[in-house]
């Protein structure tokens, strides 16, 4: 019985991947609206398997303006910003160490109490936001190793029904493996954004709403809950994905937001009047040129010299780009509702070197 059943299951996954891919393919590349030179820009960007995509660029130099420009969407449309997510953590974090709530030297164990004693107690904040804990990037049991390719395959969401506790008691059972070096963690960073929510005495989604989203104005982001989410998204190959609500993993990447909330962020990180400023400075050199704050990245653009903090992000059926020119005052977003990390982040560089031309500089 057993057999049939992943038989059919197979059959099931074939079809969806045929029909997704030729639904895929079989379009015209789109046209943009919005900003007229940015649409423009971007319609040349995009490609025919492009579904949904909207983008902006800030600039706040000599001759302000916001640009934004829109794919079969709008303003309000919802994206999930996966691990984008992570930044917005490591801005609540920094909000955090200025009240004095924590230190970066601060050990879960001192805050989650089922955490002391295990070897997940004794790791710091700052090794979780810099990604040097140790911890693997997700809670290593049979069942994650389940169901995270199942439901990959079947556009289902791995994460529904993990709470912040399940997850913490997950944390504290791993082993600890090349502590000090860098590891992506989604874990490390879940577990980071439980541990800022319990001193602060709410879950996260309500620090979040309260210390970042409500002082920047951004009304349409929040923690996707099973009533509100973004809509199904796609794979690169056409698989419809379902909303990821990720539960006690929401820190690490469960927020959705439109374009407009993400454009409102870059301006005030740029403009430096929003909470957490201190997150985007370089704490540890991660190789290869990069450096790692609070999450946020920060690289060096080839032949100027000038510094790009970024991070990107991706879910089953969304991905997105979020980058800072700090010294030039600039930014650029990019958010679409397709996993294909590389053609959002291929877009976001384009448009970065195209505003760095209509301003002869970065």
């Given at each position: 019985?057993?057999?049939i059943?992943l038989?059919?299951?197979g059959?099931?996954?074939l079809?969806?991947?045929?029909?997704?891919?030729?639904?895929s393919?079989?379009?015209r590349s789109?046209?943009?609206?919005?900003d007229?030179?940015?649409?423009?820009?971007?319609?040349?960007?995009?490609?025919?398997r492009?579904?949904?995509?909207?983008?902006?660029?800030?600039?706040?130099g000599?001759?302000?303006?916001?640009?934004?420009?829109?794919?079969?969407?709008?303003?309000?449309?919802?994206?999930?910003?996966?691990?984008?997510?992570?930044?917005?953590?490591?801005?609540?974090?920094?909000d955090?160490?200025?009240?004095?709530?924590v230190?970066?030297?601060t050990q879960?164990?001192?805050?989650?109490?089922?955490?002391?004693?295990t070897?997940?107690?004794?790791?710091?904040?700052?090794?979780?936001c810099?990604h040097?804990?140790?911890?693997?990037?997700?809670?290593?049991?049979?069942?994650?190793?389940?169901?995270?390719?199942?439901?990959?395959?079947l556009g289902?969401?791995?994460?529904r029904?993990?709470?912040?506790?399940?997850?913490?008691?997950?944390?504290?059972?791993q082993?600890?493996?090349?502590?000090?070096?860098?590891?992506y963690?989604n874990?490390?960073?879940?577990?980071?954004?439980?541990?800022?929510?319990?001193v602060?005495?709410?879950?996260?989604?309500?620090?979040?709403?309260?210390?970042?989203?409500?002082?920047l104005?951004?009304?349409?982001?929040?923690?996707?809950?099973?009533?509100?989410?973004?809509?199904?998204?796609w794979?690169?190959l056409?698989?419809?994905f379902?909303?990821?609500?990720?539960?006690?993993?929401?820190?690490?990447?469960?927020?959705?937001?439109?374009?407009?909330?993400?454009?409102a962020?870059?301006?005030?990180?740029?403009d430096?009047?929003s909470?957490g400023?201190?997150a985007?400075?370089p704490?540890?050199d991660?190789?290869a040129?990069?450096?790692?704050?609070?999450?946020?990245?920060t690289?060096?653009?080839?032949?100027t010299?000038?510094?790009?903090?970024?991070?990107?992000?991706?879910?089953g059926?969304?991905?997105?780009?979020?980058?800072?020119?700090?010294?030039?005052?600039?930014?650029?977003?990019?958010?679409?509702?397709?996993?294909?990390?590389?053609e959002?982040?291929?877009?976001?560089?384009?448009?970065a070197r195209?505003?760095a031309?209509?301003?002869?500089?970065?």
């Amino acid at each position: 019985m057993l057999s049939i059943t992943l038989s059919w299951v197979g059959v099931a996954v074939l079809v969806v991947l045929v029909l997704g891919y030729a639904s895929s393919i079989s379009r015209r590349s789109p046209s943009a609206v919005g900003d007229p030179a940015l649409a423009a820009e971007l319609g040349r960007l995009c490609s025919r398997r492009t579904r949904r995509l909207a983008a902006s660029v800030v600039d706040l130099g000599d001759h302000p303006s916001t640009r934004s420009a829109f794919v079969r969407c709008d303003a309000a449309t919802r994206f999930e910003i996966g691990s984008v997510t992570k930044a917005l953590t490591g801005l609540l974090l920094a909000d955090a160490l200025e009240r004095g709530e924590v230190t970066l030297q601060t050990q879960v164990g001192e805050v989650i109490a089922k955490a002391h004693g295990t070897p997940l107690g004794g790791v710091t904040l700052l090794e979780l936001c810099t990604h040097t804990s140790g911890l693997p990037r997700l809670a290593l049991r049979p069942m994650t190793l389940l169901r995270v390719p199942l439901h990959g395959l079947l556009g289902l969401d791995p994460y529904r029904g993990t709470s912040p506790t399940s997850l913490l008691s997950a944390a504290a059972r791993q082993h600890l493996r090349r502590r000090g070096h860098y590891r992506y963690s989604n874990l490390g960073a879940a577990v980071l954004g439980q541990v800022v929510a319990t001193v602060a005495g709410r879950d996260f989604s309500e620090v979040l709403r309260e210390r970042l989203l409500d002082p920047l104005s951004l009304g349409g982001a929040g923690v996707s809950t099973p009533d509100q989410h973004a809509d199904w998204g796609w794979s690169p190959l056409g698989v419809p994905f379902m909303p990821w609500v990720m539960g006690g993993y929401a820190p690490a990447g469960g927020v959705f937001a439109t374009l407009d909330d993400l454009t409102a962020l870059a301006q005030g990180l740029l403009d430096e009047s929003s909470p957490g400023q201190s997150a985007l400075a370089p704490l540890h050199d991660i190789g290869a040129g990069r450096q790692i704050g609070l999450f946020w990245m920060t690289d060096t653009v080839a032949g100027t010299g000038r510094q790009m903090v970024w991070h990107n992000g991706a879910t089953g059926g969304y991905s997105a780009f979020f980058a800072l020119f700090p010294q030039a005052r600039r930014a650029v977003v990019v958010v679409a509702n397709t996993s294909g990390r590389k053609e959002t982040e291929r877009v976001a560089t384009a448009l970065a070197r195209w505003l760095a031309r209509s301003r002869q500089d970065l």
